[in-house]
């Protein structure tokens, strides 16, 4: 309802027409805040990365998506697939894992600190060819 009533409902999923590029950012970002503001504290931190309106609606629609036993599995392998680029500061890839751990207990499963490190550490470790992360040196990684 605030989306509809501030105007910019219209504007979620779209991609820009030529020419409404401005009026589009304009309603991404009058979105997003209103999201944001509307959020309970835990969905802010689910959302703390969001770039537009869009995004933050897509992460939040999944986080309260019904805990089928498809929507676990999807969650699951995302959980366990989550890639390391090369050039991406390692505090960000930290908070896309704790997130998607958050996804997986919020649909019931029992995601505990310690598997959420080791998938930091494994999928951090394995794109690491120079035994750095985040500028601090490593010990060996076994990339078998």
């Not at 509307?38 to 969905?43: F, I, T």
């Not at 992460?59 to 309260?64: D, E, N």
């Not at 490190?117 to 394995?126: D, E, H, K, V, Y």
Request: with cysteine; proline share 3%; charged share 30%.
């Amino acid at each position: 309802m605030i989306l509809i009533r501030k105007g910019v409902w219209e504007f979620l999923g779209k991609i820009p027409d030529a020419g409404q590029e401005r009026e589009w950012t304009r309603a991404q970002q009058l979105g997003l805040a209103e999201i944001h503001l509307a959020c309970e504290p835990e969905q802010k931190q689910l959302i703390s990365e969001a770039v537009d309106m869009t995004e933050a609606w897509e992460i939040l629609a999944r986080r309260h998506e019904a805990p089928s036993a498809a929507n676990i599995m999807r969650l699951e392998q995302e959980f366990v697939s989550f890639r390391m680029s090369p050039n991406e500061p390692i505090e960000k890839f930290i908070t896309k894992v704790k997130a998607k751990a958050q996804e997986l207990r919020a649909v019931g499963l029992d995601i505990t600190s310690a598997r959420t490190s080791n998938i930091i550490l494994l999928f951090a470790c394995r794109n690491s060819d120079d035994n750095q992360i985040g500028g601090v040196t490593i010990g060996r990684c076994d990339r078998r």
